[in-house]
């Protein structure tokens, strides 16, 4: 991700980032996309819901 | 009335409260002891946020008064414990290690936990370094500095609880409380050779601790021995208000169980456990896993998901709890912390939601697991303490970022909430801690395999020379 697609993201998410701190989040949103590719694959079954519950 | 124990002299606690409440020892000596130990070696390793000698031995006299009153101050009479600095201790700013709490109120009480170890008889004398906001596994702090490994002064002590645990290991006090979100006790436990103990969550009330991971965060805390840390982990047991995950469940005692040999099945982790681990970690967790009688490889396929999950669920929702503040004041923060919460913050909802569903999937499997096996063990990190600023580890391999990658093999576990002690194994220069992890609400099982490995003489706490 480019300092400037992390500019476009912060500025929807009502942040503004100092320009000096960019590199840094850039990099580590790659870092998380990275993890984020392993939970897609293999798909998840429809049912896997994160809701809290209650067993027996 | 005589001073038994001299500055960094190890009893067990027990012993050493007994000779309290029997008024063999002065609790203000004790105190004393251990604040002289404080002073000489603490600017070095930078354990402690804040030293409260004055509380301390204030507490302290009031022990030894009720001794000499014929009264039972309780079965932690006198002994010096430490707190992680995101534990609230009153009058004080809870500051979690960072400078952005600076402007929040003094807490108006202690922490539960703090409470029930002062009703014990336990004497805190002070809160202890941490990484900011507990986002970290190396202790090395931009605002407090970075705490030293007792056991090498140039390597980490671990994080993020690493104030607290190279504070026991170094015999400035005797025993600690943290926090383990990823690993956080874990962590400092194998790097420091300490035993550690992170219950199941919801196990122990959070009343009155500084929030990183609302759905992951537990307390716990550090002994140099099995008994000690039973002995603790027993007086802070049981349901308090103010916690919304705390179960109402009633206290299991462990400490008077200890001496039964265990006998349960064993399964010692393989795939991604034994993957990730350097030859020392290996041969540690395998030491331990013969020794409690295992016999087969135990695999958990979803490991590498359950350590991703955990990893963009721990971003996103340290991003949101401080979004205010990352708007307003981001430089106030640090920057190995700051990056990964504002990066945090810009996570798609997309993949928030599907790191938590794949919580189900994985406890699923984990409880399969435990159809077969009592208890599982597995190394606590990839490898001994690293150098402070050591940029990489080798792992697999391959050399991958020290700071995100030294919890690799804690952070599946806590995924799901199991019950884990650490046990460190002294077979190398360093020390290293394997997992003892037992199924939910099973710490007495965890604890008794632990107990089994000190007896064994597989597993023991190293003195540090100082």
């Known amino acids: 991700m480019t300092n400037e ?46 809701a809290p519950a209650f067993r027996a | ?81 430490g707190v992680k600095d995101n534990y609230d201790v009153a009058g004080r700013v809870t500051a979690a290690g960072s400078i952005v709490n600076r402007s929040r109120a003094p807490a108006s009480a202690d922490a539960i936990l703090v409470q029930r170890l002062n009703r014990a008889g336990a004497v805190l004398v002070g809160t202890q370094n941490m990484d900011e906001f507990a986002y970290g596994f190396t202790t090395e702090n931009a605002h407090y500095g970075a705490t ?26 005797d025993f600690a409380l943290g926090t383990d979100t990823n690993g956080s006790i ?80 064993v399964g010692l982790m393989g795939g991604w456990f034994d993957e990730l681990a350097d030859q020392q970690g290996r041969e540690a967790a395998a030491q331990a896993a013969t020794a409690l009688g295992a016999s087969e490889m135990a695999i958990l396929p979803g490991a590498a998901r359950a350590r991703a999950a955990a990893f963009v669920l721990t971003c ?55 159809e077969r096996y009592d208890v ?19 792992i697999g391999g391959k050399d991958l970022p020290t700071r995100p990658n030294i919890g690799l093999l804690t952070q599946p576990l806590s995924f799901v909430g199991l019950p884990i002690v650490a046990v460190p194994i002294c077979n190398g220069a360093l020390p290293i801690a394997v997992q003892i992890i037992a199924p939910p609400w099973r710490e007495d099982i965890a604890l008794r395999a632990a107990a089994e490995l000190e007896r064994a003489g597989v597993a023991h706490s190293s003195e540090v020379p100082m």
């Open chain 2, 1 to 81: 009335m005589t001073m038994l124990m001299a500055a960094g002299e190890r009893l067990l606690i027990t012993a050493a409260a007994r000779a309290v409440r029997e008024g063999r020892q002065s609790a203000v000596a004790l105190i004393e002891a251990r604040l002289e130990r404080i002073e000489r070696l603490d600017p070095v390793l930078n354990c402690f946020t804040a030293v409260m000698a004055e509380r301390a031995l204030r507490e302290a006299a009031a022990i030894d008064a009720m001794v000499a009153a014929g009264r039972d101050p309780g079965p932690l009479a006198g002994i010096p414990f």
């Open chain 1, 5 to 50: 697609e992390v500019v476009i993201l912060a500025r929807e998410a009502g942040l503004s980032i100092d320009p000096a701190y960019l590199p840094g989040v850039a990099h580590n949103i790659g870092v998380l996309a990275e993890q984020i590719a392993l939970l897609f694959d293999p798909p998840l079954d429809p049912l896997a819901e994160p």
């Open chain 2, 148 to 173: 030293r490994n007792p056991h090498d002064r140039l390597r980490s002590a671990g994080g993020s609880s690493g104030g607290s645990a190279a504070a026991v290991a170094a015999g400035l006090c």
């Open chain 2, 376 to 394: 599982l063990v597995a190394p606590a990190t990839p490898c001994s303490a690293p150098l402070l600023g050591q940029p990489t580890i080798r």
């Open chain 2, 316 to 370: 996103a929702s340290g991003g949101n709890l401080h979004f205010a503040q990352l708007r307003e004041r981001a430089g106030d923060f640090d920057p190995a912390t700051r990056d990964r919460l504002l990066a945090g913050t810009l996570l798609p909802a997309n993949a928030v939601l599907q790191a938590q569903r794949q919580r189900e999937r994985f406890r699923e499997e984990v409880s399969e697991l435990f």
């Open chain 2, 186 to 265: 874990r962590v400092p436990a194998s790097f420091c050779g300490l035993f550690g103990i992170k219950p199941t969550f919801g196990r122990l009330p959070r009343t009155g601790t500084f929030p990183f991971v609302h759905d992951l965060d537990h307390l716990g805390g550090f002994a140099r021995n099995v008994a000690d840390l039973a002995l603790v982990y027993d007086t802070v047991q049981g349901y308090a208000q103010g916690d919304i995950a705390c179960r109402d469940r009633p206290p299991v005692p462990v400490s008077a169980r200890l001496d039964q040999p265990f006998s349960g099945r």
